[in-house]
């Protein structure tokens, strides 16, 4: 191969690496709330108050985030918890998510760089069903229970002050004004609009984290 040849394949992988690069770090987080809908276009305000205009697929996945409490979180229910480790190894949640039972298997596990918290982990997994939700089970005068997933399990214990929401599959119609919603990975445009495959919206007093 010539150097002119070796040269351009090492720019073209290169600028591949580049381009790859640069989409990751576009992507970003978004959250806010719904002001119009036009179409396939949302017009929001984000929580820091800044205009936010999002254009979606047609076959975008939408679900609805409903608010719930301890006695929602089931025996064998799929959950995730954004939480912190506390000194007796268990897992003190700032937040709880009660998948639907199409989402169950997501993010199965527990790993640490969890970012609603300082030291924060994710746990995904199964709720073992073994009595000790709600108070049943509790540490330290708080509910508890037990989340089983492929590498092992973690007591996750659930404060009062704990942010706990249920998911169900919805559609392009919760997408209405004033409704909250959040996106886990947004990609930034060259125009300054967002795109992305799915987004959550809060649903009869349900906040999206």
Known sequence: MSKLRILTATALVMACAVSAVHAQQQAQRLAGTIERVEGSTIFAKGRDGGAVTLKLPDNV????????TVADIKPG?????????????????VEVHIFAESM??????HRPGWYGATNGTMTNGAVEPTGTVGAAGTTGGEPSF???Y???????????????VRYEVGSKDDLKAGAPFSIQAAAKQPDGTFTTPRINVGKDGGQPF
């Open 150 to 164: 492929k590498e092992g399990d973690k007591r996750i214990v659930v404060p009062a002050n704990a942010h706990i």
């Open 104 to 109: 169950r298997g997501q993010g199965d596990g």
């Open 61 to 68: 996945v939408v679900t609805a985030v409903f608010k719930a």
């Open 146 to 148: 037990v989340v089983k």
């Open 77 to 93: 229910a799929y959950i995730g918890s954004g939480a912190v480790p506390q000194a007796d190894g268990s897992q003190k949640a």
